[in-house]
């Protein structure tokens, strides 16, 4: 029981990371002109950060 709580515990942590990093606020401060390796900044910063997320959802239920 213990290690399921700790889980829910780090999967909710994770879940109010990710509200914050995904508003308004943060996600203005990357939308400029500009390219990383060919794609632009706004993109980049999405997609690193979704799969950011998921690898850190996975470690966090494969570890426990």
């Known amino acids: 029981?213990?290690?399921h709580r700790l889980i829910g515990q780090r999967l909710i942590a994770l879940?109010?990371?990710?509200?914050f990093l995904f508003n308004y606020p943060?996600?203005?401060l990357?939308?400029?002109d500009g390219?990383?390796?060919g794609?632009?900044?706004f993109y980049a910063y999405l997609f690193s950060v979704w799969a950011a997320f998921?690898?850190?959802?996975a470690f966090f239920?494969?570890?426990g």
């Open 35 to 37: 390219f990383i390796f």
């Open 61 to 63: 239920v494969e570890r």
């Open 30 to 32: 990357f939308s400029v």
């Open 1 to 3: 029981m213990n290690r």
């Open 15 to 19: 879940a109010g990371i990710g509200l």
């Open 39 to 41: 794609v632009p900044v």
């Open 54 to 57: 998921i690898w850190f959802a």
């Open 26 to 28: 943060i996600l203005a």
